[in-house]
């Protein structure tokens, strides 16, 4: 069993920046970001693995958050900047134990307890 804590997220203005960062009591392939606003479907943000530190991002979040990740903590990070009201969300860490890095919901086998990221216009 893997732990995921998350911690990081609040009230920023628009373009303005916050990191969140995830702990992971435990080793596992790769290490994805997601959000869920009201009323929509959790989506993919990013992705990153332990070993190698391949990378993914959604389309819309290219060029303004970076995955990354502290190997000897077990930690990711996920540095967003430029932030949008659209950003607006519950961001939750989750941890996939099977190659390849993936992008659906349903690859991933741990989760965070999530944390608010609010991004005022």
């Known amino acids: 069993q893997v732990q995921l804590v998350e911690s990081g997220g609040g009230l920023v203005e628009a373009g303005g920046s916050l990191r969140l960062s995830c702990a992971a009591s435990?080793?596992?392939?790769?290490m994805g970001w997601f959000r869920q606003a009201p009323g929509k479907e959790r989506e993919f943000v990013a992705v990153?693995?332990?070993?190698?530190?391949?990378?993914l991002y959604r389309n819309s979040v290219k060029g303004r958050f970076t995955i990354s990740k502290n190997n000897a903590k077990s930690t990711v990070y996920l540095q967003m900047n430029s932030l949008k009201p659209e950003d607006t969300a519950v961001y939750y860490c989750?941890?996939?134990?099977?190659?390849?890095?993936?992008?659906?919901?349903?690859?991933?086998?741990?989760w965070g307890q999530g944390t608010q990221v609010t991004v005022s216009s």
């Open positions: 435990g080793r596992t392939y790769a």
């Open positions: 989750a941890a996939d134990q099977r190659p390849p890095i993936a992008t659906n919901v349903q690859e991933y086998d741990y």
């Open positions: 990153i693995s332990w070993s190698g530190g391949s990378t």
